[in-house]
């Protein structure tokens, strides 16, 4: 149970987050385009009839799930470095964050010398603000996981498997930050994915 406290300010900050999270999504789908460096390399992986799996699809897929884990390490570690998280909040930021660091080095360990360097990431007053925190949170979240849902028809067998281990951590990951926006965890029976090029327009403005 939360503490009481705590409850209060999550419904007064409920509004403001949903404001602040539908703010960010909409201008972010407006800037559609390639990312640099890995992301570019995977922009236009969509699905289709005629695509096959195959070993260098994967290393492009794998490639931005990387970037996309990337982005979350380095979003949360940030906010806490920042000092400005209290009570259930800061919890998210350093249970999830060490596990999102964890999934890097998962998938940088999968690609070997694919991996590449990490790009540099800003998120501005994302991670001194706790509404707008907990906003993109839940933006990176569920960015991730409909990525993560969006490409699987696209990977071998194998990295498909190895890849499940990870989107099945990321759920509960995008419902704990869902609820504590004050949004529901579970919204539809059945995800609908994105496409490369709308995550791309989403994770842009947090690359430096």
């Given at each position: 149970?939360?503490?009481?406290?705590?409850?209060?300010?999550?419904?007064?900050?409920?509004?403001?987050?949903?404001?602040t999270r539908a703010?960010?999504?909409?201008?972010?789908?407006?800037?559609?385009?390639?990312?640099?460096?890995?992301?570019?390399?995977?922009?236009?992986?969509?699905?289709?009839?005629?695509?096959?799996?195959s070993?260098?699809?994967?290393?492009?897929?794998l490639?931005?799930?990387?970037?996309?884990?990337?982005?979350?390490?380095a979003?949360?570690?940030?906010a806490l470095?920042a000092?400005r998280?209290?009570a259930?909040?800061?919890?998210l930021?350093?249970?999830?964050?060490?596990?999102e660091?964890?999934?890097?080095?998962?998938m940088?360990a999968?690609?070997?010398?694919?991996?590449?360097?990490?790009?540099?990431?800003?998120?501005?007053?994302?991670?001194?603000d706790?509404?707008?925190?907990?906003?993109?949170?839940v933006?990176?979240e569920?960015?991730?996981?409909a990525?993560?849902?969006?490409?699987?028809?696209?990977?071998?067998?194998?990295?498909?498997?190895?890849?499940?281990?990870?989107?099945?951590?990321e759920?509960?990951?995008?419902?704990?930050?869902?609820?504590?926006a004050?949004e529901?965890?579970?919204?539809?029976?059945?995800?609908?994915?994105?496409t490369?090029?709308?995550?791309n327009?989403?994770?842009r403005?947090?690359?430096a």
């Amino acid at each position: 149970m939360r503490p009481r406290g705590v409850a209060q300010r999550t419904r007064r900050s409920a509004a403001a987050v949903r404001v602040t999270r539908a703010g960010l999504l909409t201008r972010s789908l407006a800037m559609l385009g390639a990312l640099g460096g890995s992301a570019a390399a995977a922009a236009e992986l969509g699905a289709s009839p005629a695509s096959q799996p195959s070993p260098a699809r994967d290393r492009q897929i794998l490639r931005f799930g990387l970037l996309i884990e990337r982005i979350q390490a380095a979003f949360y570690a940030e906010a806490l470095r920042a000092g400005r998280l209290t009570a259930e909040n800061r919890q998210l930021a350093e249970i999830v964050g060490k596990e999102e660091q964890a999934h890097v080095r998962y998938m940088a360990a999968a690609l070997g010398s694919s991996a590449g360097r990490a790009p540099r990431f800003r998120f501005g007053d994302a991670v001194t603000d706790p509404a707008k925190f907990i906003a993109t949170a839940v933006s990176l979240e569920d960015t991730g996981l409909a990525v993560y849902n969006g490409q699987g028809a696209n990977l071998t067998p194998a990295a498909l498997a190895g890849t499940a281990r990870l989107v099945s951590v990321e759920a509960r990951h995008a419902a704990w930050a869902r609820a504590l926006a004050g949004e529901l965890p579970a919204p539809v029976a059945v995800d609908v994915p994105v496409t490369l090029t709308q995550a791309n327009a989403i994770l842009r403005p947090f690359l430096a």
